[in-house]
């Protein structure tokens, strides 16, 4: 038998007299494990369900990797290069590499009776992989997009259509300008978006791949460039690397350089913002496990007070330090194990709530995002609640040690 564990247990299930000082020091300190690990829970969800919601929306306008002329990367400017069916079958067939997708960028200025605004018209063709933008499209519906002929239709944001006083269904005109020529095309609002992604709904509308194509001047499968989506975002640079191997540094029917980069290199900017959420995720984390430690030292050093007279009884019989002492850390170990049950079912019961019913709303100006996105893992929630229970344990070992000091014959006289 284990005598520690014996003792603990019937320590912890005796309820005494309720008037003993120990009672609410557990209770407290019950409660301060399992608040530390709710908000633990919590804040990992948070900040998991941003990046995560961020960064989909990032890659849905840019993929994962692109494959450019190397002039586009160098410059401000897009340069042509050719993406014919070969590059199309290389690129394809590269290993991590799941989708590949053409896309030509012109910029133009669309115009109404009252407005006109500026914008970035990105031709797609009919191999787009329109799930994300279909997963944001708030009015209308997603154009068979053309490679081979100009279907006049486009696809806007809410903020477009809300300064140019647009919906679905009205035609508006278009302009481009190229050297000395102006031209003119009429296009037909297919569909509205919105994604809450400011620098991209001012400025991103989607139309054909041909007719993105066909306003540059280019020649016959020459587009900006071909969009990569890979299986496994966490070996995006692996991917790349094959990519790097197979097509970087060779060059087109028209003498062009084939180049490559990574959607990181492409926004490095909002992924050093994403990347700093993760310091206060650490911080938070640390202080909840603070939070915890500190309750359970009060209260363990409060318990070990008012059962004086029992660890002197203890040692009276030929308990060891050790035995008494592990006997106290079992005690904390059940109290902790209680307070990491209830900081589970309130932390993920609270993240599963904004799942359903979206109950915590934001400033999409702001973040970027209507709800306060939440993503819950249940292996970090595991880990978390292991990393608890073995930190608020190893803090309680050097308290524990102040059994030793307690001598059994004055500990008999101990009120």
Not at 6 to 30: C, L, M, Y
Not at 82 to 109: C, K, P, W, Y
Request: charged share 20%; net charge negative; with cysteine.
């Amino acid at each position: 038998m284990n005598l520690p564990l014996f003792i603990a247990r019937r320590i912890h299930s005796d309820k005494g007299d309720r008037r003993k000082v120990s009672r609410p020091a557990i209770h407290i300190a019950t409660i301060g494990v399992a608040i530390g690990l709710a908000v633990m829970i919590i804040t990992v969800s948070v900040v998991l369900g941003f990046k995560h919601t961020i960064r989909d929306k990032v890659v849905g306008f840019g993929s994962h990797i692109q494959v450019l002329n190397l002039m586009s990367i160098n410059n401000s400017e897009t340069y042509p290069i050719s993406i014919n069916d070969s590059m199309m079958n290389v690129l394809s067939h590269i290993e991590g590499v799941r989708h590949v997708q053409r896309f030509a960028m012109t910029q133009g200025i669309l115009k109404t009776d009252e407005d006109f605004l500026g914008v970035v018209f990105k031709g797609v063709g009919p191999e787009f992989d329109s799930t994300f933008i279909s997963q944001n499209l708030i009015e209308g519906e997603v154009p068979a997009f053309s490679d081979t002929k100009a279907q006049q239709k486009i696809l806007v944001s809410r903020m477009m259509a809300d300064k140019l006083k647009l919906k679905t269904g009205d035609r508006v005109y278009a302009y481009f300008i190229g050297g000395d020529d102006v031209r003119v095309r009429r296009f037909t609002i297919s569909g509205i978006y919105q994604t809450n992604m400011t620098r991209f709904d001012e400025q991103i509308c989607f139309t054909d791949l041909y007719t993105a194509a066909k306003l540059n001047g280019w020649f016959p499968h020459q587009y900006s460039g071909a969009e990569l989506l890979v299986d496994d975002f966490d070996r995006i640079e692996a991917t790349e690397q094959h990519v790097v191997e197979q097509v970087n540094r060779s060059h087109d029917e028209y003498n062009n350089t084939y180049s490559s980069q990574n959607i990181h290199d492409a926004y490095p900017q909002v992924f050093s913002w994403l990347e700093l959420l993760d310091i206060n995720v650490w911080i938070i984390l640390g202080l909840m496990v603070c939070l915890a430690g500190i309750t359970m030292t009060s209260g363990l050093l409060i318990i070990i007070l008012e059962r004086t007279s029992m660890i002197g009884v203890l040692k009276a019989l030929g308990a060891r330090n050790d035995t008494v002492r592990h006997t106290f850390l079992w005690f904390a170990a059940f109290i902790i194990g209680r307070g990491l049950i209830i900081g589970d079912i309130l932390g993920i019961g609270l993240v599963l709530m904004q799942q359903l019913t979206g109950f915590v709303s934001l400033d999409p100006q702001t973040y970027y995002v209507s709800e306060a996105p939440v993503e819950l893992n249940i292996p970090i929630v595991i880990v978390l609640n292991v990393a608890t229970l073995f930190i608020s344990i190893s803090v309680l070992i050097i308290p524990s040690f102040f059994i030793s000091h307690i001598h059994p014959a004055k500990s008999m006289r101990y009120e």
